[in-house]
Every structure is written in structure tokens, then in C-alpha cells.
């Protein structure tokens, strides 16, 4: 079998590290109120979501920049119909991603959040946190749909079609 040309190693690694942070997070906003009591457990989860929230908006900002500047760009092997709907899968995931950190940084200003060491100035009219908070899930719930289906059409090229499409984003093994 011929070698997997692959993405390059800040790719691969901006696409893990992005994948992983979004399903925390969204596990984290989903899921918090569910199962951590009110208390300060849960306002310290929940500090964490936001502070991991805007780590997410620099590693989507970087990805974005990488991708565009020194990424590598592998050449297209089948220009069909297959091809365009994974472009307008990609370009969703991006849109999404930008949608929900624009909207996450939104409400964490109209809650004056505090992120580490800095306190966000409350901004806006607290009223808008209802709107935003659910926008924001909302926009996320969709992501992780479309995240979904990005990884069983993964799937799908790896075991049903046995291709390299998968292969070229995992990272090489030692």
C-alpha cells in the first residue's frame, strides 16, 4: 500500500485539539446543570467552560490563520458531488464554530464574567443572557450534528471505502 500523504503535523494537531475542546464544552454546557449541584463546584465548572471558551476562540483563530498561511492543502481527489458537500460541511463547521465563540464572548460580557485573573466589564443588558445562553446552545447542538456526520463520513471513507481519507488527518504513529 502506498504511503498516506497526510496533513501536516500544526493541522492535525489544531483539528484534535479543536475536536476535543468543543465536546468538552458542549458536554460541560449540556450536561452541568444535570448532574453537579448548585454551589461553588458548579460556578467553578462553569468558570472553567468560559476560560476554555475563549481558548477555543485563539485556536479557531489559529487553525483559521494556519489553514490560510502555512497549512498544507491536499490535492482533491474526486471533484464530485461527494467533494462539494464535504467543502459545504467544512465551511458549516467553520461558520458554526465562529457563530458560537461570537455569541459565547457575547454573553460572557453581558455577564461581566471573570476569566482567571480578568474581569470581563459587564456589558449590555443583563436581560440578554437568556437570549444569548440560548442561541449559543442552540448553535452549539447543531455543531455537534454536523460534527457527527463529519466523523462517520470518516468512518464511512475508512472501513466501507477504504481510503486514505481518514488516515491523512490521524496523527503518524511512532
Known amino acids: 500500500m502506498p504511503a498516506t500523504v497526510r496533513y501536516d503535523g500544526g493541522t492535525i494537531a489544531l483539528h484534535w485539539l479543536t475536536a476535543v475542546l468543543v465536546l468538552g464544552l458542549w458536554l460541560v454546557g449540556t450536561f452541568l446543570e444535570d448532574i453537579v449541584p448548585k454551589g461553588g463546584l458548579r460556578s467553578g465548572i462553569w468558570s472553567a467552560h468560559f476560560d476554555l471558551g475563549f481558548v477555543l476562540t485563539g485556536l479557531i483563530v489559529a487553525f483559521l490563520v494556519w489553514r490560510r498561511a502555512g497549512g498544507r492543502h491536499l490535492p482533491v481527489e474526486d471533484l464530485g458531488p461527494l467533494h462539494r458537500l464535504a467543502k459545504a460541511t467544512h465551511a458549516a463547521l467553520y461558520v458554526l464554530l465562529l457563530v458560537i465563540v461570537g455569541l ?71
Open 104 to 174: 459565547g464572548i457575547a454573553n460572557a460580557f453581558v455577564r461581566g464574567v471573570s476569566l482567571g485573573p480578568v474581569s470581563l466589564p459587564q456589558l449590555g443588558d443583563p436581560e440578554w443572557r437568556r437570549s444569548l445562553t440560548h442561541w449559543h446552545g442552540l448553535a452549539a447542538n447543531v455543531l455537534m450534528a454536523l460534527a457527527l456526520f463529519h466523523a462517520v463520513a470518516a468512518l464511512v471513507h475508512h472501513y466501507l471505502w477504504h481510503d486514505a481519507v481518514l488516515r491523512r488527518m490521524l496523527p503518524r504513529r511512532s
